[in-house]
Structures are given as C-alpha cells and as structure tokens.
C-alpha cells in the first residue's frame, strides 16, 4: 500500500461505486470492492456489511438526484491505510465536500471507511 497509484485505484474505484445508479451493478461493485464485513460511518449515516452499505448509497443518491461524486486532490496511502477527498456536485455546484479515510485488505479491499464531512450546504 506504499504506491499512491494503488491508493488512487482504490479511491476511483470507490467513487464510480458511489455514482453507480444501476442498483444490481452496484451491487456487484460493492461485492468485488468490500470485505462482507466492512463498515461505513460518518457524521450522518453508517452501513454495514454488503446489504448495508448499497442502501447507504441508495438512499444518498435518492436524496441527491442527478448528483455525482468526484476526487477532489490526490489520494494518498501507506501501510493499510488510504486517505482521499471528494465532492458531490450537480454540474459545477458542490452540495458537500468531505475527506474520507479507509482500511483496506491487502488485495485493495475495503475494509473500513471513516468519513468527515468538510462542508454542507443544506
């Protein structure tokens, strides 16, 4: 996990899963990308497991229609540790911006991810 590159696959990989609006393509997505036990928290919302990790990203894109998640800066990694940062947008307006931080496996895995939100716009 010392490479950025391979840090910077994981986080892409993350993000087109969070935009992904085909829900049995998500699915399939979150399978290959997350343990079976993984977990998601951040200050609004927590997932656990495949099941509840789609109806996280489920009900965020229901509330957030037409939106789409981006990288914002690099991702960077060392050990089994990422940190990248994102923005959810429609067109060129940000909704929300927030700094997420990952356990993953050492085939790139997610293990666990710890978000922080940097802004809301309610």
């Known amino acids: 996990m010392n490479s950025i590159s391979n840090a910077t696959d994981i986080a892409n990989r993350y993000i087109v899963l969070?935009?992904?609006?085909d829900a049995e393509r998500r699915r399939s997505m979150i399978a290959r990308a997350w343990t079976e036990d993984?977990?998601?928290?951040?200050?609004?919302?927590?997932?656990?497991?495949?099941?509840?990790?789609?109806?996280?990203?489920?009900?965020?894109?229901?509330?957030?229609?037409?939106?789409?998640?981006s990288l914002r800066g690099e991702p960077?990694?060392?050990?089994?540790?990422?940190?990248?940062?994102?923005?959810?947008?429609?067109?060129?307006?940000?909704?929300?911006?927030?700094?997420?931080?990952?356990?993953?496996?050492?085939?790139?895995?997610?293990k666990s991810v710890t978000g922080f939100l940097d802004q809301l716009r309610h």
């Open 18 to 21: 969070w935009n992904e609006t």
């Open 38 to 69: 993984a977990s998601y928290v951040d200050p609004l919302m927590k997932g656990n497991g495949h099941g509840g990790i789609d109806t996280m990203i489920a009900g965020v894109q229901e509330r957030f229609p037409g939106h789409r998640f």
């Open 76 to 110: 960077e990694g060392h050990n089994d540790r990422i940190r990248f940062s994102w923005t959810l947008a429609q067109g060129t307006t940000p909704v929300a911006q927030g700094t997420d931080f990952a356990v993953v496996t050492p085939d790139g895995r997610l």
